[in-house]
């Protein structure tokens, strides 16, 4: 276990760490009969961008996770209407945030913690979500994997987290819900918190964890009474 | 579509493409009550291969694979005891061949095809699994990543197969039963063949394959009639 000391800043995943992905699982599962289906389609999608990323490639997460839509169909022998498709990418552009967000958030506001977020999503994606769901305030910087063209867990995404904060690794931490982006934060020395939502896990093989807790509530309670 | 010329050389991928993946996953259905499990586990192999590759850290394969059958366990919420997590193990380094492969690997060697396999397992399982299937003479070269310590689809794994063939990549083939195998081999310039197999395929924004079959001998027709 690394060593913990207070952080200045914390940067956010955003998908699944921030939003609240039960609709689209949700809508997977009405369209293609198995909650398997949305798992399968996101897994793609990760290892497509990190494809894309090692090969030398690049294209933004909306366009792969609408390719690997397309593999999704032929994987489960279940060909679908251009309507359905566009049905199930609005619905992953309009995720509510989990309930114990904001409330999170705010603790660390208050706490004097500056906080970030970094996506591989899209910029304009992620500004429209942060501004449907009322969690943009919280944050001085938006950031996406697009300004650099790789995604998480390349160096180069923290890299470009980490100039933009003006601050050294050891001086963040980065929180996530998902074991191969705290495998990569720690990769370029940040600290990390692992939010553990339903289903995830951490990789054994990488740094564990800093932190860990099921919620940012959790996490934030760690990291005041330091 | 790439425009065809006759190879000189043929490099296959192993598993899938090669060896029937049937028994591993017949082993997790059985263990998991859900033939869902052997594919988020070797989707998740597949996915923190590339996480190490883009992080700059390296494991190797069944490392890795016994690393993310524990995220699997959690996922599922099934605990495995020590004796079956060895089995599903020992399962997927004894696969057989598909059916098709060995008569389709004669086919090209008689018609004077250089072949070679290049995978993402070490070279002493790769080598252990060619001679228990008796396929090995047909290549004149096993080649692994390990060797470069980054996986497939990275430059480097279809260079150090170029440069033991002493070929220029459109000289070559990369035959490959998955599709960011096949779009890796085309970002360095080889020719590309799919082989579809069941619940495999292509990726759509990569560059299309050269050829397709659904088997080794519908892919040596092809090459042979050319």
Known sequence: MPVFSRPRALVFDVNETLLDMSPVKQAFLET???EFAFTYWFSLMLQYSLVDTVSGSYHT???IGEAVLKMTTEFFNRPLSEEVQK???HTMAHLPPHPDVEDGLQQLRQAGFRLAALTN?????LS???QQ???GHYFEGLWTVDDVQVFKPSPKTYQLALSRLGLGPQETMMVAAHGWDIAGAARVGMQTAFIARNGQSVYPLATPATLTGDTVGAIARQLIAH
């Open 32 to 34: 293609f009969d198995t």
């Open 61 to 63: 997460f909306p366009q």
């Open 87 to 89: 049905q199930l990418l």
């Open 121 to 125: 999503s899209p910029g304009d994606s």
């Open 128 to 130: 429209q979500h942060m």
């Open 133 to 135: 769901t009322g969690l």
